[in-house]
Structures are given as structure tokens and as C-alpha cells.
């Protein structure tokens, strides 16, 4: 390496020696590209340090140490860990590949020299990402737990007023209040005397039990419909701060470097992904609450309508 930076920077002509240094130097590499190596080496720590370390190299291509993936810094020299390593799977492969003797053994290669492994850790996590879209995030993150919590409220008490109602269809003989059947069916019981001398006083006291049932079975669809048009909304009100970052971080450095103006455009771009990530799946959900309920709804329209025609049935074959 010293010969060849050296020769590399040298202004006179090169003489035959130093052109078959060169080309034998070419020759070793290539025969080293295609061989596993192990040695020791010091490895610079995401911490700072320096420590001596058992290193598996594979040809030009990856690094490893101690199962973890190393880079090669050109100002020092020397090898380092890489702050963020791949996911599980390939740490596994990478100290399995290590720790084997003989044999095909499964290993990770880089065929860019390490420009791949350098760009994974440059990548954003999900929570860096999160912390890209700033208080314009929080808010939607808040909007959309706040209707996550309220949908699966609704939903497990929509699904236990579901299995109650079955079972009072199974027994309508005898009415209970622990559901919004039996108290529709108690209402209708309670002045049989009087609903039976007035269809319509029957028809209001049925159409009161039914109208007090059914705020309870729609309730926080339209808290879930107010987080479905929030979510986009908010996600354009990050989009357009994060171009005004954007064009701010122009204005101040005079240049449209990407790296100056990534910061913006990433707030932009996650706020977009966060508005429109709470509000699909809300809409759905709502759609779905709004389907259920409904369904519970019609049952007791339909049984209350299926109460008072035999009331009237009763009279008049009271009357024949």
C-alpha cells in the first residue's frame, strides 16, 4: 500500500522496477479477492477505542469481527466497527461464517467494497424517522393512538352487545336489560294495557327505546371520521414546513446542496406517510364500526316492528 500511494503521487517517469512492482502488485490483489483471510488487527470501536481483534476478511470485499461487520477508514488506516450492523439473519451468517473451519459455508458479501454496508448505517431507523416529521409528527402519532384507542373501545363493546343480542334472540320470553334488546323489549312491556288501546303511543314509546339505544352503538364514529380528515390535513401542514425548511436552508447556504436540504424534505415526505398512515386505517375501521352498529340497529328495528304488529294482532283477535 505504502509503494503504491507512494507511486501514485510520484511526478517523474517510472522506471522498469517500479512497473513491475506495480503489475506484481496488481497480480497479488487478485489473487487476494479470491481468498478468505483470517488475522489480527486492531479495530476501532463505535466508542473510540482501539482493541485487538480476530479479523475474517473476504477478499477485497467485507470484513468481519467478533460476528460484527467492519469498514475501512482511509484517513487512519485502520478498520472500525460499523456503528449500526444489518439486521439478526445476517449477524448470524456472519458469525457463523466466522466461526466455521471447513467446508461451504453461507457468507454476506458487499461487491461494492463496503459503499453498501456505509450506506445501510447512513439509513434512517423508524424512530429517526419519526423524529424527522417533529411536532407536526407527535400531533398525528397523538390523533391517530387517540382514534386506535377509541376504535377498539367501540369495537369490543359493539361485538359484547353483539353476543348478548343473539342471545336474547334465542330467549325473547324473557327481556333483560343487559342488552339493548331486552330494554327495547321492556319498554314495550311496560304499560301493555295503554300500548295496546294506542298504536301510537306503542310506535313512539318503541321509537323513544330504540333513538336512547343508538347513541351508545355509534358512539366515536364521528371522533374516528374527524382523525380520518385530520390526519392528511396535518401531514400537509408538515409537507409545507418542511419545504419552508427547505427553501430556508437555500437561501442561507446559497447553494442546492442535498445534504442541506434532505433534512426538509425528509420532514416534508414523513408527514405526508404519518397523515395518510393514521387515516387509511381508520377509515376503514370506521367503516367497519359503522357496518356493525348499523347491523345492531336493524335488529331492533326489526324486532320492536315485530313486537307491536303482534300487540295489534292480540287486540284484534281480542276484538273477533
Do not use: C
Amino acid at each position: 500500500m505504502t509503494f503504491l500511494r507512494t507511486f501514485s503521487e510520484s511526478k517523474t517517469v517510472p522506471v522498469i522496477t517500479e512497473l513491475e512492482r506495480v503489475w506484481l502488485e496488481m497480480q497479488k490483489e487478485m489473487t487476494e479477492s479470491g481468498t478468505v483471510a483470517s488475522f489480527d488487527s486492531g479495530v476501532v470501536q463505535p466508542n473510540g477505542d482501539r482493541v485487538s481483534a480476530k479479523v475474517t476478511r473476504i477478499g477485497p470485499f467485507t470484513a468481519i469481527a467478533d460476528g460484527k461487520f467492519l469498514g475501512y477508514l482511509s484517513s487512519l488506516s485502520t478498520l472500525h466497527v460499523l456503528t449500526r450492523q444489518l439486521p439478526a439473519k445476517f449477524m448470524e451468517i456472519a458469525e457463523g461464517f466466522q466461526n466455521a473451519t471447513t467446508g461451504y459455508v453461507q457468507a454476506v458479501v458487499d461487491p461494492s467494497r463496503g459503499v453498501l454496508l456505509s450506506m445501510y448505517v447512513e439509513r434512517p431507523t423508524i424512530e429517526e424517522r419519526i423524529d424527522l416529521g417533529a411536532e407536526v409528527g407527535y400531533v398525528i402519532i397523538a390523533v391517530g393512538v387517540a382514534g386506535a384507542l377509541a376504535f377498539l373501545f367501540q369495537v369490543f363493546y359493539l361485538i359484547y352487545v353483539r353476543i348478548a343480542v343473539s342471545l336474547q334472540l334465542r330467549n325473547l320470553d324473557h327481556p333483560r336489560r343487559g342488552n339493548p334488546l331486552g330494554r327495547v323489549m321492556l319498554a314495550f312491556q311496560g304499560e301493555p294495557n295503554r300500548i295496546e288501546e294506542d298504536v301510537d303511543i306503542a310506535e313512539l314509546r318503541i321509537s323513544e327505546a330504540v333513538l336512547h339505544e343508538v347513541p351508545k352503538l355509534e358512539r366515536f364514529q364521528a371522533l374516528l371520521r374527524l382523525a380520518v380528515a385530520a390526519g392528511p390535513l396535518l401531514g400537509l401542514v408538515g409537507t409545507v414546513w418542511g419545504m419552508i425548511l427547505t427553501f430556508q436552508s437555500i437561501t442561507e447556504s446559497g447553494s442546492s446542496d442535498p445534504k442541506l436540504m434532505a433534512t426538509g424534505i425528509g420532514q416534508a415526505m414523513i408527514a405526508t406517510v404519518l397523515g395518510l398512515g393514521i387515516a387509511i386505517p381508520l377509515l376503514f375501521g370506521n367503516a367497519g364500526l359503522a357496518s356493525l352498529s348499523r347491523s345492531l340497529v336493524q335488529i331492533l328495528d326489526e324486532q320492536s316492528a315485530g313486537l307491536l304488529a303482534e300487540s295489534l294482532e292480540k287486540r284484534r283477535r281480542a276484538r273477533s
